[in-house]
Nanobody, 129 residues
Framework: QVQLVESGGGLVQAGVSLRLSCAAS??????????MGWFRQAPGKEREFVAA????????YYADSVKGRFYISRDNVKKTVYLQMNSLKLEDTAVYYC????????????????????WGQGTQVTVSS
């Protein structure tokens, strides 16, 4: 059973940075075989894509709303994926979820939540003015 545990969320002021972590455990397959993604869900809204990273880590993809501010990275040895969030805005307030997908293509990334099989419980990020 794959488990993903997010951490690093909190209450911050607009303009600051925050780094989320997603630790994976219980992997039958190594994290080396998993494409990873971050999604978020704001109050009253549907869950939306934020960022994705390929198995190799060489390819990343971002939602337009976070491009240039957020950065996704991975450490396969530590079995951890990160989301560095800079210049946070009020509209970034949401529960952030980590997701994993077994991928046979080391260079592919995925931005559709339906493509991901494994999900974390989420971590709350609240940005205040």
């Amino acid at each position: 059973q794959v488990q993903l545990v997010e951490s690093g969320g909190g209450l911050v002021q607009a303009g600051v940075s925050l780094r989320l972590s997603c630790a994976a455990s219980g992997l039958t397959f190594s994290l080396y075989a998993m494409a990873m993604g971050w999604f978020r869900q704001a109050p009253g809204k549907e869950r939306e894509f934020v960022a994705a990273i390929s198995v190799s880590g060489g390819n990343t993809y971002y939602a337009d709303s976070v491009k240039g501010r957020f950065y996704i990275s991975r450490d396969n040895v530590k079995k951890t994926v990160y989301l560095q969030m800079n210049s946070l805005k009020l509209e970034d307030t949401a529960v952030y979820y980590c997701a994993a997908k077994l991928s046979g293509d080391s260079n592919a990334y995925y931005n559709n939540e339906g493509q991901y099989r494994y999900w974390g419980q989420g971590t709350q990020v609240t940005v205040s003015s």
